[in-house]
C-alpha cells in the first residue's frame, strides 16, 4: 500500500485527479476498450471532481470512453433528490463533463426488486472484465462505501442498513435531521472494491485521523472495512497532513521518504 501525504485538502485532490486522468490516458481507452472507473460520493472527493472538471475542459483528457461505477446510493429517496448520490455525482461531475449517459452507473435504490438490482450490478462490472481503477473515501469508522463496521470483507454489493453513526454522520446534508437521513443503501460490497485492479481512497481532515490510524497500522479488520486495502496489490491512500495526526511518526517519516523521490502526477500534466 502507498500513502501519498500532501499538505493541504486543494493539493490532495488535484493530486489524485491528476493521477486518475493520467490513467485514463496511458489506458488509451477506445470504445471497444473502456476504461472502468469507480467512484465515491461525500465531501471527500468533491475537490477531485472539480479539480477533473478542469482538466477535462482544459483538453487534458475525455470520458468519452470512460465507464463509471458508483460506489453507493440511498434506498427510498427520488432520484432527483437534492441529496441522493445520482444529485450529488450530476451536480459535482456528469452535468460538468461530456460523457455518454449510457456509461454511467449508479445503483437505483427505488428499483423494485432491490436485490436484483445488485445482482445486475456485480454482473455488469464482471461483464466487462472488471473495474481498472476504483476511488473511495472513507468514514470515521473507516467504513468504505456503505460497508459499516462488521461487514464481510468478501462483501458483495448488497442492500445495507445504515449504523446510527454513519446516519448522525450523514444527517449533515439533512438539516441536521438524523430521522431524515435513509436507514437503508445499496452498496458495492468489500469484495466489490478489492477487486479491481487498482484502489485509492481520499482521506482528509482530522476527523478521518483515528481511522487513517486503524486501517494503514492496525490488522485487517472488518470492524474497519477500508483495512481491507491492505491485502490489495495496489492500493494508495492519499491523504491531507491533518488525517495524519494519530499516525505514528515513524510510519509517517516511512512514506514520506519512500514517496520522495516518486513523480508527482502532477508535474507529467
Ligand atoms: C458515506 C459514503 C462513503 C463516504 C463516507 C464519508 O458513508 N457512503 O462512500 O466515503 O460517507 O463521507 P465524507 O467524505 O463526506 O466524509
Redesign the pocket.
Known amino acids: 500500500m502507498r500513502l501519498i501525504i500532501q499538505d493541504s485538502y486543494d493539493r490532495m485532490s488535484k493530486w489524485v485527479a491528476n493521477y486518475i486522468v493520467n490513467s485514463i490516458n496511458d489506458f488509451g481507452p477506445t470504445p471497444e476498450n473502456p476504461f472502468v472507473l469507480g467512484l ?6 468533491v475537490g477531485t471532481y472539480r479539480e477533473l472538471v478542469k482538466l477535462v475542459k482544459s483538453g487534458k483528457v475525455t470520458f468519452d470512453n470512460v465507464i463509471t461505477f458508483n ?2 446510493e440511498y434506498v427510498g429517496i427520488e432520484e432527483g433528490h437534492l441529496e441522493s448520490y445520482h444529485s450529488f455525482m450530476r451536480k459535482n461531475l456528469f452535468e460538468h463533463i461530456r460523457m455518454p449517459l449510457e456509461n454511467i452507473n449508479i445503483l437505483n435504490g427505488n428499483a423494485d426488486d432491490l436485490e436484483e438490482e445488485c445482482n445486475r450490478y456485480e454482473k455488469k462490472i464482471t461483464a466487462l472484465g472488471g473495474i481498472h481503477l476504483f476511488l ?5 469508522d473507516g ?4 460497508n459499516e463496521p462488521g461487514s464481510s470483507l468478501y462483501s458483495r454489493t448488497r442492500i445495507k442498513t445504515l449504523t446510527y453513526d ?1 446516519r448522525i ?2 444527517s449533515r446534508f439533512f438539516e441536521d435531521d438524523v430521522d431524515q437521513v435513509p436507514k437503508l ?1 445499496l ?1 458495492v460490497g468489500v469484495a466489490t472494491v478489492t477487486d479491481a485492479k487498482e484502489v485509492i481512497l ?1 482521506v482528509n ?1 482530522h ?2 485521523a483515528r481511522a487513517l490510524h486503524k486501517i494503514i497500522e492496525e490488522g485487517v479488520n472488518h470492524m474497519w472495512t477500508a483495512s481491507a486495502l491492505q491485502l490489495h496489490p495496489k492500493s494508495m491512500i492519499v491523504c491531507d497532513v491533518d488525517a495524519t495526526a494519530e499516525l505514528r511518526m515513524e510510519t509517517v517519516r516511512y512514506f514520506r521518504d519512500i514517496e520522495k523521490d516518486n513523480l508527482d502526477p502532477g508535474k507529467i500534466l
Request: net charge neutral.
Open positions: 465515491p460520493t461525500g465531501s471527500s472527493p460506489m453507493d473511495g473515501g472513507i468514514g470515521p467504513h468504505i462505501a456503505f454513519t454522520a450523514n443503501a452498496t481520499i481532515g476527523g478521518k
